[in-house]
């Protein structure tokens, strides 16, 4: 990887006012937002690339390229003015990543990170092959091979896109052979993978940043709760046995060292009986599930990301309350961005409020979260909730 420059000798376009380093981050949402507002106080400045200029890290941005992320001459002009290059979703072809790397952009994860991770089912393949529990997982070219999966799997198994699944819309969980056909048609046309059910007791995350060189750190365990395969809530400390905070803890360290990640990664886990962990997937980028660092932790996971992929020291993952809690701002349906309730959720004490800046609401859509802290989960997670109970977006219809 090429040695970053000296950024006390870097000028700006105008050839006058010295600048820093530049993060180029490929994608404009709330993801970005957040990295750009932890870049910032570093010295660090951020351009990102979107479809829109009108995105949540638009307003945020030294600069915005209007491009597609399937186009690679977009990716290059994002390169071209950046001194690192990072994502914030796991879509993005690793083959076009690949072709950047080759024209000498500094992109961390590294394109072969996200060519393991992007395909969920080499994903799988590769935490199983460092010896991590995974869910028992399969190749399917065919329906047959799907009835034959579950042979050995049992009733129900889910059926996934090996690719560019999100809040759940490349899953379909299949109960029997009679709802094959309908979860085969409605995922169609591309790569997919079958799983066995995990009946879950609590959904686990753990956020890790793995520097460039030195050690790995690791957020606190934290507690998920998914509604309609969307994240709602997050709590944390997880109030689960020693024995499964260890291995959650454990198993996410080596998962991204099983994939060569650098950065910040989310590692979703599974709690099964008897305290057993297996990780359901990984995220190569800053996660909804560690949004809570930015007031609950010494150093945010945003702001450890950025560290991370600029050589710097790595800041402290410890919280700084006994617990913390936080609740996502979903739509209600379509509609203007702007909120309703601000006044109401700022009156409770101790909310911290996100909004992404979006300039439509849809039904589901991230619009932003509320963070509190306490004493304890319960009491961090009522006083969240409070507050984010009294926001709202768009019209329920
Ligand atoms: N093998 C499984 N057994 C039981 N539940 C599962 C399984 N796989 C997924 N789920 C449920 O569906 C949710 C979404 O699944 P997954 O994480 O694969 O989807 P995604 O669309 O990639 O995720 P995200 O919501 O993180 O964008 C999980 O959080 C979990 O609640
Ligand atoms: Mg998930």
Redesign the pocket.
Known sequence: MPTLPDPAVRRDAAGGRPRGWRLGIIGGGQLARMTALAAYPLGIDVAVLERAEDCPAGPLAADTVVGDYGDVEALARLAAGADVVTVENEFIDAALLAELERRGARLLPTAESMRLVQD?LLQKQALAAAGLAV?RFRAVEARADVIAAAADFGWPL?L?ARRN???????ATVAGPAEVEAAWQALGGRGLYV????P?EK?LAVIVTRPRTGDTAAYPVVETV?RD???HEVTVPAAVAPAARDAAAGVALRAIEAVGGTGTFGV?L?LLPGDRVVV??L?PRVHNSGHYTIEAALCSQFENHVRAVFGLPLGSTSLVAPAAAMVNLLGAGPGSGAARGLEAALAVPGAHLHLYGKSASGRGRKMGHVTALGDTVEDALARARAAAGAIGFGDPR
């Open positions: 969920k869910p889910l996934k699944g999100y809040d759940g819309k490349g899953n799983e066995e059910h995990c879950f959904e998914q395969h969307v994240c979703e599974f359901n997937e995220a």
